[in-house]
Structures are given as structure tokens and as C-alpha cells.
């Protein structure tokens, strides 16, 4: 199975940065790019949810929300016991690990798409519902009773990924009857703009090789690993759950994918005392390039099988 289109532009960019001939993209048009992905996701999700709501999803929801929790507990100790790490940059780069990557999530919808892998059309909600518990477990293990929980709820329910993912679901779900009027724009331009974004994740990627270097192979190994476990126990989860091939390879990948929006910026305020070059390095620069060139082919091909 060759190179996905959408994911050779992320090589492309990162070639294009290694060679010193990096790409400019503005920042206002990143962002731009960023948001759309969101609002389209969510959209997306809230349409679907209109029609397939249910007792037995809100059960599916709780599962979901539990999987969160657990992620970065299992993190946590890899980091602190083994890695050797401290406990704030352990649960520091735990909840990055437990949260989830809009981005990677986007990938994996454009290539079961293009392979003609049919999935749950409500998986949006469960995106939004991975956000919030790694960032409440990440800042308790680093602060333990100690923890601001006003600030906590803040930085769980109002940050943008959160923000944006479940504004667009609600309205989605209010205004499915409407939807025709926004879906050519968020639907057909869809993969064009995750094109555009993944060429410039490849370049930030690959600006950071150096840091891979100086944090050393342990994190190197950790940002490859980690989503190998949480690959395998999502599918676990997915298979649980009665999921579809193409629902159990989300899932998978929600669990092998690690945040570099939502929690960056809910750890910085929160957790200023953490190393944030340290996590964004991981997973930016490592499990992000992992899922989108090697891991999200090897999901489906385990699965398929």
C-alpha cells in the first residue's frame, strides 16, 4: 500500500525544512487551518449524531472518557519510574500522551476515506470527550490534592480544542437539517486544507530534530512506544465496544495519538514549571510522523486482518 497523498505533504515540508529551504506559511494561515479542521471534525460528528444518539452511545461515551483517564496513568510511571524524568515533566508529558491529536484523528478519517473503510459517523464526539481527562489526571499526579480545580475546569472545558470541537458538535447535531448550506465548504475542501496543514506540521517537525537529540533516546523511544500501547488497548476498547473495522482503527489511533494544541497550551498555564520544548518534542516531532506515515497503515492492516 503506497504513500497516502494527503500525508506525503507532511514529508514534503519536512524535507523542505531539512534541506534549509523551509516553507513560510503564515502564522494567521496556520491557525486558520487549525480551526477549520476543528469546526469541520465537529460538524461533521454533530450531523451524525443527529441521526445515531442513543442509550447505547452514552454508554460508549463513558468507556471513551475512562480510556482518557487511564492513558496517562499508565504514562506516568514509564516516565517517572524508568525515564527518570520529574514528576511535574512526567505528568507533564503523561496528560500529552492521554489527550489526543486532532490532527493524527484527521489522517486516519482521510484514509479510511480514501480506502473505502466505512466507520461510526459520530467518532467527533469521542475526540472532544478524550481533551478533557488527561488534562484533569496530568495536572492532579503533578500537584496531587494540592491542585487548583477552578483553574482545572477552566483549562479542561475552555480551551480551543475543547471549545471548538463541542460548539461544532452542538450546532451539527441542532442543525443537521441545515447542514447542506456548510458542508461544501467544510466537506469538499476537507482533505485540501488537512493537505495544507500537514505541510507545515512536517516542517515544525523537523525543525525540532535537534531537541530529539538532546533530550535523548529514552523520550525517542517513550514517543514511539507509548502509542503502540495505547494503539493496542484502544483496539481492545473498539473490539469491547462492537466497533467497526474502520471504528476500531479510530480508536486505535486516538489512543496512539498525543496532543500538541489543547494541552500544551491547558500545561503552560497550569503547569508553567514543566518543560514544554520536552512533550511538544515527542510528540510533534516523533509519535505524530510515527501515526501519520507508519502507524495508521499498520492499524489497519492489524485489524483487517
Do not use: C
Amino acid at each position: 500500500m503506497g504513500l497516502d497523498i494527503v500525508a506525503a505533504f507532511f514529508l514534503f515540508g519536512a524535507v523542505a525544512q531539512l534541506l534549509g529551504a523551509p516553507i513560510k506559511m503564515p502564522k494567521g494561515l496556520y491557525q486558520s487551518l487549525t480551526l477549520f479542521l476543528l469546526v469541520a471534525i465537529g460538524l461533521k460528528g454533530g450531523i451524525a449524531l443527529s441521526k445515531y444518539a442513543s442509550l447505547s452511545l452514552l454508554g460508549q461515551s463513558a468507556a471513551v472518557i475512562a480510556f482518557g483517564a487511564l492513558l496517562p496513568l499508565i504514562a506516568f510511571p514509564i516516565l517517572w519510574k524508568i525515564g527518570g524524568l520529574s514528576r511535574v515533566d512526567s505528568a507533564s508529558v503523561a496528560a500529552h500522551y492521554g489527550s489526543v491529536s486532532v490532527a493524527t484523528f484527521a489522517v486516519a478519517l482521510a484514509y479510511l476515506e480514501v480506502n473505502d473503510v466505512p466507520y461510526e459517523p459520530y467518532f467527533a464526539l469521542f475526540v472532544a470527550l478524550l481533551e478533557v481527562p488527561a488534562i484533569a489526571v496530568g495536572l492532579l499526579l503533578a500537584r496531587g490534592a494540592g491542585a487548583d480545580f477552578k483553574k482545572l475546569s477552566h483549562e479542561m472545558f475552555l480551551n480551543q480544542g475543547v471549545l471548538l470541537l463541542v460548539g461544532s458538535i452542538l450546532i451539527g447535531w441542532l442543525g443537521a437539517g441545515q447542514s447542506a448550506k456548510l458542508m461544501p465548504f467544510f466537506g469538499t475542501l476537507f482533505h485540501g486544507v488537512l493537505a495544507l496543514f500537514l505541510l507545515e506540521m512536517g516542517r515544525q517537525a523537523a525543525s525540532r530534530i535537534g531537541l530529539i537529540l538532546k533530550f535523548g533516546s529514552f523520550i525517542a523511544s517513550f514517543a514511539v512506544f507509548m502509542p503502540l500501547i495505547g494503539a493496542a488497548l484502544g483496539a481492545a476498547l473498539a473490539s469491547v465496544m462492537g466497533l467497526s473495522v474502520g471504528g476500531t482503527v479510530l480508536l486505535a489511533t486516538l489512543g496512539a495519538s498525543a496532543s500538541y494544541i489543547a494541552v500544551p497550551a491547558a500545561m503552560a498555564n497550569s503547569l508553567p514549571e514543566a518543560n514544554q520544548s520536552l512533550s511538544i518534542t515527542a510528540s510533534l516531532s516523533i509519535t505524530f510522523p510515527f501515526n501519520v506515515l507508519v502507524g495508521i497503515p499498520l492499524y489497519l492492516e492489524l485489524v483487517s486482518l
